[in-house]
């Protein structure tokens, strides 16, 4: 080859890598180029289903694309996320989760499927969610303190649905007998909305829930709500009391949070980030989220990232301190 030649291939060579470059940077402007699907390890009508559908339409309308949640529920939330945390880490395939799959189910599944630390780009907090002890109607109880006094006079007469085993409103569920000093009878099902709805017509006394999975039947009188599970009394229910006011320093404020699979480019991952704290800052979105008992959190990547490490230690070391089984 003639050094003429080889100055023109070396002249072709840089053109090419530069139309290369700029095709990457064009498509990178570019995202989202299609449609995003907002995995959620739950079933719909739970808390995290109806916080999905919320920031999927406002994400939507912002992005200029179509954000379609996909429930994948199961053991706890671990189908879900393991399936999440194996797909393209391109950005079109995020993980909407709460506390109770990312950072709980490890602590009480051998193989859960993934890591919640390594497996994931954190993006951002979402919202935390109310949380309520609720009864059916009929139960002799009304308060705290009844109830208490009502089990310690039948231990496990009662019983107590949940989501399923693992799940965050089973592990309360558990923390609350051992802070009361009660036993109650665990019943678990497959997703809120079936243990809600057995309470509500009389075939379970008693279930943790999230406001938002359970709200509407409050609201109509299906339900009674006996004690709001956060540390503080939260807005959609400003007349009920806190479990802590019977019983000092119990408390919890479940978490959502957006995911992506890692190595998700980190210009993807601070794009949907300012796209979801701007989402947070919208009114209508903050409405439609007080709504289902539900406040905006909003933060960086790293806050999230922090949040994660400090609750894998926190809720393996509850697990522990309940004997909690999945069986």
């Given at each position: 080859?003639?050094?003429?030649?080889?100055?023109?291939?070396?002249?072709?060579?840089?053109?090419?890598?530069?139309?290369?470059?700029?095709?990457?940077?064009?498509?990178?402007?570019?995202?989202?180029?299609?449609?995003?699907?907002?995995?959620?390890?739950?079933?719909?009508?739970?808390?995290?289903?109806?916080?999905?559908?919320?920031?999927?339409?406002?994400?939507?309308?912002?992005?200029?694309?179509?954000?379609?949640?996909?429930?994948?529920?199961?053991?706890?939330?671990?189908?879900?996320?393991?399936?999440?945390?194996?797909?393209?880490?391109?950005?079109?395939?995020?993980?909407?989760?709460?506390?109770?799959?990312?950072?709980?189910?490890?602590?009480?599944?051998?193989?859960?499927?993934?890591?919640?630390?390594?497996?994931?780009?954190?993006?951002?907090?979402?919202?935390?969610?109310?949380?309520v002890l609720v009864?059916?109607?009929?139960?002799?109880?009304?308060t705290m303190a009844?109830?208490?006094?009502?089990?310690?006079?039948?231990?496990?007469?009662?019983?107590?649905?949940?989501?399923?085993?693992?799940?965050?409103?089973?592990?309360?569920?558990?923390?609350?007998?051992?802070?009361?000093?009660?036993?109650?009878?665990?019943?678990?099902?497959?997703?809120?909305?079936?243990?809600?709805?057995?309470?509500?017509?009389?075939?379970?006394?008693?279930?943790?829930?999230?406001?938002?999975?359970?709200?509407?039947?409050?609201?109509?009188?299906?339900?009674?709500?006996?004690?709001?599970?956060?540390?503080?009394?939260?807005?959609?229910?400003?007349?009920?009391?806190?479990?802590?006011?019977?019983?000092?320093?119990?408390?919890?404020?479940?978490?959502?949070?957006?995911?992506?699979?890692?190595?998700?480019?980190?210009?993807?991952?601070?794009?949907?980030?300012?796209?979801?704290?701007?989402?947070?800052?919208?009114?209508?979105?903050?409405?439609?989220?007080?709504?289902?008992?539900?406040?905006?959190?909003?933060?960086?990547?790293?806050?999230?990232?922090?949040?994660?490490?400090?609750?894998?230690a926190k809720w393996?070391?509850?697990?522990?301190?309940?004997?909690?089984?999945?069986?």
């Open positions: 080859m003639t050094e003429t030649n080889m100055q023109w291939s070396r002249r072709q060579l840089l053109a090419l890598s530069g139309l290369a470059l700029g095709g990457m940077a064009w498509a990178q402007d570019k995202y989202p180029a299609r449609p995003i699907t907002l995995v959620v390890p739950q079933t719909a009508g739970g808390a995290n289903d109806a916080i999905a559908r919320v920031l999927a339409q406002r994400l939507s309308e912002q992005l200029g694309q179509s954000v379609v949640v996909d429930n994948r529920p199961g053991a706890g939330g671990t189908l879900g996320t393991a399936y999440t945390a194996k797909a393209r880490a391109d950005g079109y395939t995020l993980l909407l989760t709460a506390d109770s799959a990312q950072v709980v189910s490890p602590a009480l599944y051998k193989a859960p499927g993934f890591d919640a630390v390594k497996d994931f780009e954190p993006i951002a907090p979402i919202a935390t969610a109310g949380y009864a059916n109607p009929s139960f002799p109880a009304s009844e109830l208490i006094a009502l089990a310690k006079a039948h231990p496990g007469q009662y019983a107590i649905a949940s989501a399923g085993n693992g799940t965050l409103n089973h592990l309360i569920g558990e923390l609350l007998q051992k802070d009361a000093g009660i036993r109650l009878t665990h019943v678990p099902y497959k997703g809120s909305a079936a243990a809600a709805t057995d309470v509500a017509g009389g075939q379970v006394q008693l279930s943790v829930q999230s406001l938002p999975s359970v709200i509407a039947f409050i609201q109509s009188g299906k339900l009674k709500v006996l004690g709001v599970v956060n540390a503080r009394r939260v807005a959609a229910l400003p007349g009920v009391p806190t479990i802590a006011e019977t019983l000092p320093g119990f408390g919890q404020a479940p978490w959502y949070a957006l995911f992506a699979p890692a190595g998700t480019p980190g210009a993807i991952v601070q794009a949907l980030n300012a796209q979801v704290n701007q989402a947070l800052r919208h009114r209508d979105l903050q409405d439609k989220l007080a709504a289902v008992g539900c406040e905006p959190s909003g933060g960086t990547p790293a806050q999230l990232a922090a949040l994660v490490k400090d609750d894998l393996s070391r509850l697990v522990k301190e309940t004997g909690a089984t999945l069986g």
